[in-house]
């Protein structure tokens, strides 16, 4: 009975397994869907860094941190380096159009791709026309955070607008 059909009959029922007798070719999974992702969280809102970094956590090869202001984030940037950067629009001091000014002209370290969080519709075209990899209205959907912060990630190339 090794490589034959299993199977159960009882009251109307019928559940079976059957061996499958062909080849299932499989290829590797080696896409950046799958690569783990360093994310650098900008917010000034604790509650709103606190919902991102447990969001992103999720996914088992996301890596969070969260600063609080624009500042904080030049610093970290100088010391390590982040697949993309979750940028709050609205914030004291230095706004995260500030910030990313800053970045383009090199401070923080390497360039570095952005994704704006944000409820300010009224300004998305120029977060879009700054060169960014995204937008994601605020409110978002925290289960799905992950998922759309990996889509962005992963197709590079034009810049969305994402509302969930």
């Known amino acids: 009975m090794r490589n034959g059909p299993i199977g159960c009959d009882r009251c109307g029922s019928n559940w079976g397994c ?11 999974v080696d896409d950046d869907r799958t690569r783990d992702l360093r994310i650098l969280c900008v917010d000034d809102d604790p509650d709103i860094r606190l ?3 447990l969001s992103l956590h999720l996914d088992p090869d996301m890596r969070a941190i969260t600063v609080g202001s624009a500042v904080e984030a030049l610093s970290v940037l100088e010391e390590q380096t982040f697949d993309v950067v979750l940028l ?13 000014e800053r970045m383009l002209r090199g401070e923080g370290g390497p360039p570095t791709p952005v ?22 209205s605020k409110p978002f959907d925290p289960m799905k ?14 810049t969305r607008v994402v509302g969930y």
């Open 18 to 28: 059957h061996k499958q007798s062909a080849a299932v070719r499989t290829r590797p």
């Open 51 to 53: 919902i991102v970094e």
């Open 88 to 100: 709050d629009a609205l914030m004291p001091e230095l706004d995260g159009l500030g910030l990313l």
């Open 115 to 136: 994704v704006f969080l944000t409820a300010d519709a009224l300004r998305r075209s120029r977060y879009d026309r700054a060169g960014v990899l995204g937008v994601i």
């Open 145 to 158: 955070l992950a998922e759309v912060v990996r889509a962005l990630v992963t197709n590079v190339g034009s």
